[in-house]
């Protein structure tokens, strides 16, 4: 992909993401990062977070759960987080959160899952038309862990890409953001050391499984290889900001559970976020930052 670039125009940073929320956890510190460096930031998030824990960690499905207040407090959460983070434009698709995979929500009317890859692809390259990105962020084709919002994320930004080719602007690079698999090592390492008995029983059962897919060779269900990895960015210097921005979504147990962590280890944690360049060849691409090889 090669963007025919004006003098003088800032570059731009633009990561797709599923919810409200995504936005710290895997991009909060080369946002933070793009911004300290003079760089534009444009977050789109694609779904409006309504499966998402309410008020005293209510779960959907619970006869408690107002999705509506949901959505309220996530928005006013990711207004803080964006704020945090410095970011310039937050565009919002508005579509409704599908929940995990195989509940009732995938399949209602207005899910972001439940909609035409087309049909949403269209409104993102109109967006990519408008903020001409220089570098583009999503997840991978696994959405990192299966969640159908973060696969559709995938879809989504992958189709729109597609749909710019040709034209005079299309975004000069395009990743998929994943954590390695030895970053999973850290999370059991972490659990062990600090988790309740039920965590470390529950990390051990999930190790069990992880270590029998290795050995049969296959994938697992989260994250990529390390070799795979094309690019590891150093975000240790933004680690206040970031948890900061994670903060800001306190509302949300996932997010709760990284916070428990406190600042430090969740910057040993957290503190280097990871990318495969779509197009690299695997093994030959070895970056530490996203504008790698862009004119500045």
Known sequence: MVAIRVAGVTLTLMAVHAHPDDEATGTGGVFAKAVSEGIRTVLVTCTD??????????????????????????????????KVLGLEVVEQLGYHDSGMMGWDTNTLPGAFWNTPVAE??????????????DVVVTYDANGVYGHPDHIQAHRITMAAVELLAGEPWQPS???????????????GDLTREFGTEAEKAEMATMEAGMNAALARGDRLPMGLPDEELTTWVD??????????????????????QMLALGV????????????QLVGAALGATRETDLFEGLER
């Open 49 to 82: 977070g309504r499966c998402g824990d309410g008020p005293g960690g209510v779960k959907p499905g619970d006869a408690a759960h107002d999705a509506e207040a949901v959505v309220k407090v996530r928005a006013g959460e990711l207004e803080r987080s964006a």
């Open 120 to 133: 949403a692809a269209a409104r993102l390259a109109d967006l990519m038309r408008t903020h001409r990105p």
């Open 173 to 187: 690079k395009v990743y998929w953001s994943s954590p390695p698999y030895s970053q999973m090592k850290m999370w």
């Open 235 to 256: 975000v240790k210097a933004w680690n206040q900001q970031k948890f900061d921005a994670l903060s800001a979504h306190a509302s949300q147990s996932d997010s709760a």
């Open 264 to 275: 430090e280890r969740f910057g040993a944690m957290m503190g280097v976020e990871t990318f």
